[in-house]
């Protein structure tokens, strides 16, 4: 018997929703997948919506029917405030209240790294650390967390809160030795959020087996995550191919990279 009878995907469109259709099916008899732009068609066992998720109505039109939620979709960089308020904080909203008015009782949501980047890199974080967002993006990622704890203290939602670090099929400059996270793992990573007995609201930074790391994971064991793969495979790789960078540069100092360099989006200081 599959977990779910239809689990909904955001985002499904982007590198990472991508993963995830795939990924994912096998847990649900029926994979409904969203986004603000064109999909690919449905297969067997998907069901394909495009919906803007700033849009209330129709946010709760395609979470109708559904029993789990992998929310992933929301702008997915920096972006204008009006951009990020519509898509991600308006629409990580929607996503809450349309799950509570479906009774649907559990969401993994696609948060980042960004919403902590202002923590030194040598002073590093586990999933208790406070809130330092580094852009509006990050803002927008502390909001939806918040909204998490919310939903679950008063309404009995669970939530996984993903700091997914660098998410891409190889880590490709220094930085990503330790913040790399493969395709295969982050779908693991999500499954486990999904099928744990209880999550409450738990943070867990979005990581594979790296040897070199500005996060600690130690208080998500409840989860059964153990990642596959290591950035250190690409370690020669990458470190015969870049140079180290300015330990003072703040992209450098700071976990967030080159975000914590980035001016107000809406000044075109990026």
């Given at each position: 018997?599959?977990?779910?009878?239809r689990?909904?995907?955001?985002?499904a469109?982007?590198?990472?929703?991508?993963?995830?259709r795939?990924?994912?099916?096998?847990?649900a008899?029926?994979?409904r997948?969203t986004?603000?732009?064109?999909?690919?068609?449905?297969?067997?066992?998907?069901?394909?919506?495009?919906?803007?998720?700033?849009?209330?109505?129709?946010?709760?039109?395609?979470?109708?029917?559904?029993?789990?939620?992998?929310?992933?979709?929301?702008?997915?960089?920096?972006?204008?405030?009006?951009e990020?308020?519509?898509?991600?904080?308006?629409?990580?909203?929607?996503?809450?209240?349309?799950?509570?008015?479906?009774?649907?009782?559990?969401?993994v949501?696609?948060?980042?790294?960004?919403a902590?980047?202002?923590?030194?890199?040598?002073?590093?974080?586990d999933?208790?650390t406070p809130?330092?967002p580094d852009?509006?993006?990050?803002?927008s990622?502390?909001?939806v967390?918040?909204?998490?704890?919310?939903?679950?203290?008063?309404?009995?939602?669970?939530?996984a809160?993903l700091?997914i670090?660098?998410?891409?099929e190889k880590?490709?400059?220094?930085r990503?030795?330790?913040?790399?996270?493969?395709f295969?793992d982050?779908?693991?990573l999500?499954?486990?959020?999904?099928?744990?007995?209880?999550?409450?609201?738990?943070?867990?930074?979005?990581?594979s087996?790296?040897?070199?790391?500005?996060?600690?994971?130690?208080k998500?064991?409840?989860?059964g995550?153990?990642?596959?793969d290591?950035?250190?495979?690409?370690?020669?790789?990458?470190?015969?191919?870049?140079?180290?960078?300015?330990?003072f540069?703040?992209?450098?100092?700071?976990?967030?990279?080159?975000?914590?360099?980035?001016?107000?989006?809406?000044?075109?200081?990026?």
């Open positions: 018997m599959k977990r779910f009878q689990l909904l995907i955001t985002g469109a982007g590198n990472l929703g991508r993963q995830l795939q990924g994912l099916a096998p847990l008899e029926i994979v997948l986004d603000h732009v064109e999909m690919a068609p449905a297969g067997v066992g998907e069901e394909v919506i495009e919906c803007q998720l700033g849009d209330f109505d129709a946010v709760m039109a395609v979470v109708e029917g559904c029993d789990g939620i992998v929310h992933f979709g929301a702008a997915s960089n920096e972006r204008p405030w009006a990020i308020l519509d898509s991600s904080i308006k629409g990580g909203y929607n996503v809450y209240e349309a799950a509570r008015r479906h009774n649907i009782k559990r969401i949501y696609a948060s980042s790294i960004h902590v980047g202002y923590v030194r890199r040598e002073d590093g974080a999933t208790d809130h330092r852009s509006l993006y990050g803002l990622k502390c909001f967390e918040d909204l998490a704890q919310l939903y679950f203290h008063k309404f009995g939602i669970e939530s809160c700091r670090n660098s998410c891409f880590p490709i400059d220094r990503q030795l330790s913040t790399w996270i493969s295969r982050l779908v693991q999500t499954e486990r959020c999904l099928v744990s007995e209880r999550i409450g609201v738990t943070v867990v930074y979005g990581i087996d790296n040897r070199e790391a500005f996060f600690s994971n130690h998500i064991r409840h989860l995550y153990k990642p596959l290591s950035s250190e495979n690409y370690r020669a790789e990458v470190e015969s191919e870049t140079q180290p960078g300015d330990p540069d703040p992209a450098v100092e700071y976990v967030g990279g080159i975000f914590t360099r980035y001016g107000h989006p809406d000044e075109g200081e990026k």
